[in-house]
């Protein structure tokens, strides 16, 4: 079964200070990597995929990176407006997404 | 471009009621999916529909929990008998195909039964 691990499960950060949250995978055959963002109250929005170990993308101040064990996402001097929970998902053998349980940051000003 | 659209926004409902969650993909997509989001629990998969296909059910709870697509758009889900476990945010998601493409998340519904 596909198992998805993050950590920490919650960040507290000050604004400007950058961090990386982790994401920890065991699946067979990973077909896609996939980091979302969602707000209190609101779906998941779409942040980024990654496909193959070594790859790397960027928007803004977030990074994600990929390993064949894991990903991580750096968040480069934070806004309050990345006070977000981030989300994790792998995509195995077939369509489904198995997430991890989320990573809740909160960036004071 | 418009989003994935998902109505009611808030449902509360009583133990023992049946509901309908309506969703509404992006244009085009021909991939749709159900996800439920419980307090304290990551996202777990409820159904995939894809073209014309069969639908695989394989994330169902029970047997009081079904789903149907029509004319490969909207999607509506449909849970009978209304138990106060079934509590929890109920998201939908579409991509074009499959395998490897970005699925595309509504807002959700907030299913309350009290």
């Known amino acids: 079964e596909d198992q998805v691990t993050q950590s920490p499960e919650a960040l507290r950060l000050q604004e400007g200070e950058s961090s990386s949250l982790n994401c920890s995978y065991t699946v067979s055959g990973l077909r896609g990597l996939f980091w979302y963002r969602q707000d209190p109250g609101k779906g998941p929005e779409f942040l980024f995929t990654l496909y193959s170990a070594g790859e790397e993308k960027e928007k803004e101040r977030l990074k994600a990176t990929l390993t064949k064990k894991e990903s991580f996402l750096h968040i480069t001097a934070p806004k309050p407006e990345d006070s977000a929970t981030y989300l994790c998902?792998?995509?195995?053998?077939?369509?489904?997404?198995?997430f991890g349980a989320g990573t809740t940051v909160t960036v004071r000003a | 471009g418009a989003g994935v659209s998902q109505s009611p926004s808030n449902k509360v409902t009583e133990k023992g009621k049946d509901v309908e969650l309506r969703c509404d993909p992006i244009?085009?997509?021909?991939?749709l999916y159900w996800y439920r989001q419980s307090l304290g629990q990551g996202l777990e998969f409820l159904i995939y529909?894809?073209?014309?296909?069969?639908?695989?059910k394989s994330g169902l709870p029970s047997d009081r929990f079904s789903a149907e697509r029509t004319g490969g758009s909207v999607s509506t889900l449909t849970i009978q008998r209304t138990q106060q476990e079934d509590s929890a945010v109920y998201l939908c998601?579409?991509?074009?195909?499959?395998?490897?493409?970005?699925?595309?998340f509504g807002p959700g519904t907030r299913l309350l039964v009290l």
């Open positions: 529909f894809q073209g014309n296909s069969a639908p695989d």
């Open positions: 998601a579409s991509s074009f195909v499959a395998i490897q493409e970005t699925q595309y």
């Open positions: 244009s085009g997509h021909t991939a």
């Open positions: 998902a792998v995509q195995a053998r077939d369509y489904k997404l198995s």
